[in-house]
């Protein structure tokens, strides 16, 4: 298991967080019997660029907040970063969520690949 930590935010923006703090669910609730962990690593392309360029990528073109804020409360997450650990991935995502959530959950995979961010993720 790759050693990680939880970090500060680096992309969302103030209303962001203010709408994410309003809907999104702790961890650990009686119902969300289904987790997912998904390690992800980003291509040498994206950790060259600047802050802004890869916030416009994030956001303003992937949409991966606005995406992920459909599918809250359904599903409570956690993000944890390894990168500057020099592990071999640079993000593990941990998800929670109903087993009647499941194919709900695929389908926001499915959007997430679909995205100019996932450009940068290696398969
Ligand atoms: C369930 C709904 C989701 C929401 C609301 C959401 C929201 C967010 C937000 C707000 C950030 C930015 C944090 C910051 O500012 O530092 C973020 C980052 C990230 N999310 Fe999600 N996310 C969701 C689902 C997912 C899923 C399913 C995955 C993996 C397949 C994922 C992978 C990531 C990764 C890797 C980052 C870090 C990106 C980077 O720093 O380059 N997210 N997410």
Redesign the pocket.
């Known amino acids: 298991m790759p050693r990680s930590f939880t970090?500060?935010?680096?992309?969302?923006k103030r209303d962001?967080?203010n709408t994410?703090q309003a809907i999104?669910p702790e961890l650990n609730r009686a119902e969300a019997v289904c987790a997912?962990l998904?390690p992800?690593k980003?291509s040498a392309q994206?950790w060259e660029m600047a802050q802004d360029e890869?916030r416009a990528i994030?956001e303003e073109e992937s949409h991966?907040?606005a995406?992920?804020?459909e599918?809250?409360p359904g599903?409570a997450?956690r993000?944890l970063?390894c990168w500057d650990l020099g592990e071999p991935s640079?993000?593990l995502?941990w998800?929670e969520f109903a087993p009647e959530y499941t194919q709900v959950?695929d389908e926001?995979?499915l959007r997430?690949r679909a995205s100019k961010?996932w450009q940068y993720?290696w398969a």
């Open positions: 970090s500060n935010i680096r992309y969302a962001e967080l994410l999104q997912v998904i992800i980003k994206w890869r994030f991966h907040t995406t992920g804020l599918y809250l599903v997450r993000l970063h640079d993000f995502t998800s959950f926001l995979l997430m961010e993720v």
